[in-house]
């Protein structure tokens, strides 16, 4: 049985919500799923899983979350090639650069030779219904990729 591993920084408990409802959507795929909070896990965990997502959220006017920095950098390291990748994420579109930080997960994870299962999926603040849709299709791309 494939497995995902997601790992996500919430603030608010938006992303945390937005990471559950993507587990909840790979575990409906047949998928092993493992969910952690950020700080809980080192990077290299990634290496165990066929499919590794990341939720974030975007801090202020772009800066990355204090509490997944070290994950950031830590993933920078890794070589994920064979895996599947997908990143999600909140923000705020009052702020310019809204959801910036899912895109600085998506360029990293691109350099690691992992291979995007995915389109990003961004979330203004809580997750809506058709949120919640572009969270489970987005689960579901990412599953067929490893079956």
Avoid: W
């Amino acid at each position: 049985m494939a497995v995902a591993k997601i790992v996500y920084a919430s603030l608010t408990g938006n992303t945390e919500e937005i990471a559950d409802i993507v587990a909840e959507a790979l575990e409906n795929e047949a998928l092993d799923v493992e969910i952690n909070e950020c700080t809980q896990v080192d990077a290299e965990e990634f290496l165990d899983a066929d499919i590794c997502v990341v939720g974030t959220y975007t801090y202020d006017e772009g800066s990355l979350p204090d509490d997944i920095v070290d994950f950031y950098e830590d993933l920078k390291e890794l070589d994920l090639s064979g895996k599947v990748y997908g990143v999600i994420g909140s923000g705020d579109t009052f702020y310019e650069r809204f959801c910036s930080c899912v895109d600085d997960f998506d360029h990293v994870f691109s350099q690691t030779g992992a291979t995007k299962g995915a389109e990003s999926v961004k979330v203004d603040l809580a997750a809506e219904e058709e949120d919640i849709q572009r969270l489970e299709a987005f689960a579901k791309e990412l599953a067929e990729k490893v079956k």
